[in-house]
């Protein structure tokens, strides 16, 4: 069983920058689509973003793309958001999950999730 443990949320002001880690405690199989999702007050939890952990494939939300990158270290069983441009409605609990079932863009579809890091951004 793997287990997801993020890291890496915090405050900062728009237009600014941070970057979200999410370890996983076993090896993630080659097959594995690592996900990034979020869930602002009030509101459905989204899918932000994934990548395909073999080959490197990445796939992203409308709203975030050009301005978030997800990446992955093979070696330290680590997949990362990197979220530039910040704005205040990117504030929410961001959570990473795993599914060895392919691309799928909705949370109830991943097998593996972690607990989320708050991430708030200030205007």
């Known amino acids: 069983q793997v287990q997801l443990v993020e890291s890496g949320g915090g405050l900062v002001q728009a237009g600014g920058s941070l970057r979200l880690s999410c370890a996983a405690s076993g090896r993630i199989d080659n097959s594995c689509i690592m996900g990034w999702f979020r869930q602002a007050p009030g509101k459905e939890r989204e899918f932000v973003a994934a990548?395909?952990?073999?080959?490197?494939?990445?796939y992203y939300a409308n709203s975030v793309k050009g301005r978030f990158t997800v990446s992955r270290d093979n070696a330290k069983n680590t997949v990362y958001l990197q979220m530039n441009r910040l704005k205040p409605e990117d504030t929410a609990v961001y959570h990473c999950a795993g599914t060895l079932y392919g691309l799928a863009y909705s949370w109830t579809s991943y097998n593996y999730r972690g607990q989320g890091t708050q991430v708030t951004v200030s205007s």
């Open positions: 990548i395909r952990w073999g080959v490197g494939d990445t």
